[in-house]
């Protein structure tokens, strides 16, 4: 069964924008990632959070993680052609398991 | 380093055939992963070895899929009979330290069962 929802399903944005997508689960997490899939490929880990951090930064993404409302966002600042891709959250209860919403499919139109 | 290997890229079958995947996962990654990624829908997760042993397979259906990890590095996964339902993109997966570092994906075989 999937743990994760993203939230929207699809995000259609301008070159430069920003990108907001949300995540959320059911149960304690042990923490919470992100990855992206461009079409047709596998999927690229692009940043862990654990249950006891709120924020963290990795380049251009912003994720953060608020375990009381079972949320996760991520931001991409700055959006490039680049990054139009499928984002998918996925928890891990710490039995080294992943657990993978359905995605949110974004676009970034030039 | 090298990435996970999968092997075929594209598989195409009639129902009621079978068909075998193979992964190669990132040396020294004990824990492998074969996840099922239905068009539209997020990867499931079909079964997890630690080294040569399965950790988890319950969501695999085990009246036609079977898998095994030799040696605790390649992996195979198997269909045998296939259904049109099996129609999805077979992810392998493989990570160190349980996943804590993120897992690390293969670029997955494409199957289509007609």
């Known amino acids: 069964s999937q743990q994760g929802e993203e939230d929207p399903q699809a995000l259609s944005i301008q070159e430069g924008e920003n990108a907001t997508m949300n995540c959320s689960y059911k149960?304690?997490?042990?923490?919470l990632q992100w990855y992206r899939q461009n079409s047709g490929r596998g999927l690229v880990h692009l940043i862990l959070i654990r249950s006891n951090e709120r924020e963290k930064h990795s380049g251009r993404l912003r994720v953060t993680l608020d375990t009381s409302k079972k949320s996760s966002s991520l931001l991409i600042t700055a959006s490039r052609a680049a990054d139009t891709a499928s984002y998918f959250c996925?928890?891990?209860?710490?039995?080294?398991?992943?657990?993978f919403g359905a995605g949110t499919t974004v676009t970034v139109r030039a | 380093e090298a990435g996970v290997a999968q092997s075929p890229r594209y598989k195409i079958i009639e129902k009621r055939q079978s068909v075998a995947f193979w992964c190669n996962p990132i040396s020294g990654h004990a824990t492998l992963y074969w996840y099922q990624q239905i068009l539209g829908q997020g990867p499931k997760l079909l079964i997890q070895?630690?080294?040569?042993?399965?950790?988890?397979d319950s969501q695999l259906p085990k009246d036609r899929f079977s898998a095994e990890r030799l040696k605790g590095v390649d992996s195979t996964l198997k269909i045998q009979p296939a259904k049109l339902e099996d129609s999805a993109v077979y992810l392998c997966?493989?990570?160190?330290?349980?996943?804590?570092?993120?897992?690390?994906f293969g670029s997955g075989t494409r199957l289509t069962v007609v």
């Open positions: 149960t304690s997490i042990n923490n």
């Open positions: 996925a928890t891990d209860e710490g039995d080294y398991k992943l657990s």
């Open positions: 997966a493989s990570s160190s330290h349980g996943g804590g570092n993120g897992y690390t």
């Open positions: 070895f630690q080294n040569n042993g399965v950790v988890d």
